[in-house]
């Protein structure tokens, strides 16, 4: 079993900045990609952001320039730096990995989410 656990949100005004964490632990051989999605109120999880084991990135357009993915291999753990802002950006946001468990089965897993409320 692995578990994801997300941290970070919380409430802030636009332009202000924000870092979520996500740590993975649990029966981990290694992780491929790992990445951010988010759901709005009222919208369907889109694509924030991805990382690969090697450190290759992908963004979402609406998020390119102001939030930045980043991983720690030897912590399990991503991060992603949101600055600037937007109301548009309040969310749950969710971590998803690519997990190669102990027992060499390839799973994806979520994580519970941490909600981001931006003030306009």
């Known amino acids: 079993q692995v578990q994801l656990v997300e941290s970070g949100g919380g409430l802030v005004q636009a332009g202000g900045s924000l870092r979520l964490s996500c740590a993975a632990s649990g029966s981990i051989f290694s992780i491929n990609t790992m990445g951010w999605y988010r759901q709005a109120p009222g919208k369907q999880r889109e694509l924030v952001a991805t990382?690969?084991?090697?450190?290759?990135?992908n963004y979402a357009d609406s998020v390119k320039v102001r939030f930045t993915i980043s991983r720690d291999n030897a912590k399990n753990t991503v991060y992603l730096q949101m600055n600037s802002l937007k109301s548009e950006d309040t969310a749950v946001y969710y971590c998803?990995?690519?997990?190669?468990?102990?027992?060499?089965?390839?799973?994806?897993?979520w994580g519970k989410g941490t909600l981001v409320t931006v003030s306009s």
């Open positions: 998803n990995a690519d997990v190669l468990t102990r027992s060499l089965f390839v799973m994806n897993y």
């Open positions: 990382i690969t084991r090697s450190g290759s990135t």
